[in-house]
């Protein structure tokens, strides 16, 4: 079974406009969620992470998530998109039990139109 | 700078050729992971350690091989590549505190 789906391979917003990425996780799976960034020919940052503290999580850039149980969901929001926001965008979960190897949705293509 | 070191960052192979990719991280990190990323898929884990002299398969191991022979290095290796094994690798290791990703290394095999 999927652990983490993202729901929009591409998203596309207008420069001011808020952003929404979607992302699902499968309840059996750990509660520590991820979001990672990539931009263009670069490497993986770490945008914000979940560890059960807080549903309402606070990432770097202005991006925050809520982490949802009973819709066992962890969507990814900005309020008003940045050109250089323009990016790939991953939600990550930690399967139950495992050797903390993260387990990646398949992306997120955000573009930011002018 | 402390960190996860990736070499090479580029390299093409021609097809049955092999070749090793190193990763070195200075953080004292027990974990450590290789990872490929395909478009439209994310990253996927190919092996894994859990500490010096540990290996274990992840979600796609086949036609690669690993070692940790010393706790800051971790191997991937490449028996005979293929073309399907075009992608970009990366490497990451973990302590309490968060995981940390190398720069990546762009594998072409013709």
């Known amino acids: 079974a999927q652990s983490v789906t993202q729901l929009d391979s591409h998203v596309s917003v207008s420069e001011g406009t808020p952003v929404l990425l979607r992302c699902n996780y499968s309840?059996?799976?750990?509660?520590?969620l991820f979001w990672y960034v990539q931009h263009p020919n670069k490497g993986l940052q770490l945008l914000l992470k979940?560890?059960?503290?807080?549903?309402l999580v606070k990432g770097i850039n202005g991006f925050e998530a809520e982490f949802k149980k009973s819709e066992t969901s962890f969507h990814l929001t900005k309020p008003s998109a940045h050109m250089s926001d323009a990016a790939e965008y991953f939600c990550?979960?930690?399967?139950?039990?495992?050797?903390?190897?993260?387990?990646f949705g398949s992306g997120t293509q955000l573009t930011v139109l002018p | 700078n402390a960190g996860v070191t990736q070499t090479p960052k580029f390299r093409v192979l021609k097809t049955g050729q092999s070749m090793t990719l190193l990763c070195a991280q200075d953080?004292?990190?027990?974990?450590m992971y290789w990872y490929r990323q395909d478009p439209g898929m994310g990253l996927r884990l190919i092996h894994y350690?859990?500490?010096?002299?540990?290996?274990a398969k992840g979600e796609v191991p086949d036609g690669y091989n690993v070692s940790r022979l010393k706790k800051q290095n971790f191997l991937l290796g490449l028996e005979s590549a293929a073309p399907s094994q075009t992608s970009v690798y990366f490497c990451?290791?973990?302590?309490?505190?968060?995981?940390?990703f190398g720069s990546g290394t762009r594998l072409t095999v013709v």
């Open positions: 990451a290791s973990t302590s309490d505190y968060g995981y940390t």
């Open positions: 309840s059996s799976y750990s509660t520590s």
């Open positions: 979940y560890t059960s503290a807080a549903t």
């Open positions: 990550v979960v930690i399967p139950s039990g495992s050797a903390r190897q993260l387990t």
């Open positions: 953080m004292n990190h027990e974990y």
């Open positions: 350690s859990v500490g010096e002299g540990t290996t």
